[in-house]
C-alpha cells in the first residue's frame, strides 16, 4: 500500500500546549491540590482517560465549577465564556487558562465589537464549547448561524451593523459562501476571518491528498468538529473516505490492494494512534 500521511495531521499548537499543560500542573503539584479542566481538555477519550487515572476530574457545567472551593482549574483551549471566569475568581480557585490565543483573539473582537452597539453574528456549530465561549464574550445582541438556511433566514433590524466572525475550525469556503448570503441582505456588515491558520492549512493538505488518492481515512474523536470538517471536504474529494477514532474502527476490507491511501487526522488526535493507522496500512 502507498501510503500519503498529511503533515498537519495531528494537534495543532493550541491544544498540544493545553495538554501539555495538565501533565506539567501534575508533576508540579507539590500542594497536592485538587486539579480539574473544565470540561474535557481534547476530544480524546484515550488522553482524558489517561488523566483521570492520573487524578484530573473534568468539570461539565458551569454548576459543577460553582460547586468547586479549592484547586486548579484548568481552562481548555477552545476557552469558555465571562461567567466560568468570575466563579474562579469568586471561589478563590488557582486559573490556568489555556485559552488557545487564536480564540482569545476572538474574544477580543467580539467585546470590542459589541462595546461599539454592532450585532455580532459567530459562524459556527452552536453546541460546540467555542462558539458558546464565544457567544458569552459577544453576549446577548448575537447570533449562531450553523447552516446556510440560518444564514438565508437571518434578519435584524435594518439600521443596526455587523461584525461577522468564525468559529476557528469551521470550513473556510462555506464562511465565505455564508458572509456572501448575509451581504447580499444589504446590511454594513465587518467580516473578519477568525478561521485559524492551522485549519487553513489543514483543511488544504487534506482537499489537496484526497483529491489525488484511492481511498481517504480521517481520523479523529466522534465529537471533534474539526475532524467532522476534514472528513467532509475529504468525502468531496475521494468518495472513499472513512471516518475513525482508533485503529479499531479500522475495515481495510474496502479498500483495495496497491491502492494509494492518503491519512489525515483532526486537532485533538495524539500522534501515537495516527501512527498505529499509519503502520496497519502499510502493511496490510
Ligand atoms: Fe488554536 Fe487553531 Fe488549534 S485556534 S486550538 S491552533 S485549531
Redesign the pocket.
Known amino acids: 500500500m502507498k501510503v500519503k500521511i498529511a503533515e498537519s495531521a495531528g494537534f ?4 498540544k500546549r493545553a495538554v501539555e499543560s495538565v501533565y506539567k500542573e501534575i508533576e508540579n503539584n507539590n500542594e497536592k491540590k485538587q486539579i480539574y479542566t473544565y470540561g474535557p481538555i481534547i476530544h480524546n477519550e484515550e488522553v482524558v482517560k489517561d488523566l483521570k487515572d492520573k487524578g484530573v476530574i473534568v468539570l461539565d457545567s458551569l454548576e459543577e465549577l460553582k460547586n468547586v472551593t479549592s484547586g486548579i482549574v484548568i481552562i481548555r ?1 477552545h476557552g469558555t465564556s465571562e461567567d466560568a471566569y468570575n466563579v474562579i475568581k469568586e471561589n478563590n480557585l488557582t486559573l490556568v487558562d489555556e485559552t ?1 490565543p ?2 482569545k483573539k476572538i474574544h477580543n473582537i467580539v467585546q470590542e465589537e459589541k462595546n461599539k452597539g454592532r450585532h455580532i453574528v459567530i459562524i459556527g456549530n452552536p453546541v460546540h464549547p467555542e462558539v458558546q465561549g464565544i457567544k458569552g464574550w459577544a453576549g446577548s445582541d448575537s447570533t449562531v448561524i450553523e447552516t446556510e438556511e440560518d444564514a438565508y433566514n437571518f434578519k435584524i433590524d435594518d439600521n443596526k451593523k455587523i461584525t461577522i466572525v468564525s468559529q ?2 469551521f470550513n473556510y469556503n462555506k464562511f465565505k459562501y455564508f458572509v456572501e448570503i448575509i451581504e447580499k441582505k444589504g446590511y454594513d456588515i465587518n467580516a473578519v476571518d477568525t478561521i ?1 491558520n ?2 487553513h492549512e489543514r483543511q488544504a493538505e487534506a482537499r489537496n491528498i484526497a483529491s489525488k488518492v484511492d481511498a481517504m481515512i480521517v481520523i479523529g474523536g466522534k465529537h471533534s468538529s ?1 475532524t467532522q470538517k476534514l472528513y467532509e471536504i475529504c468525502k468531496k474529494e475521494c468518495n472513499n473516505t472513512y471516518y475513525i477514532q482508533t485503529i479499531d474502527d479500522l475495515d481495510l476490507s474496502n479498500i483495495k490492494e496497491n491502492s494509494y491511501v492518503g491519512i489525515t487526522a483532526g ?1 485533538s488526535t495524539p500522534n501515537n494512534i495516527i501512527e498505529e493507522v499509519h503502520a496497519n496500512v502499510r502493511e496490510f
Open positions: 495543532c499548537f493550541g491544544v483551549s488557545c487564536f480564540v476557528t475550525t485559524c492551522a485549519t474539526n486537532a
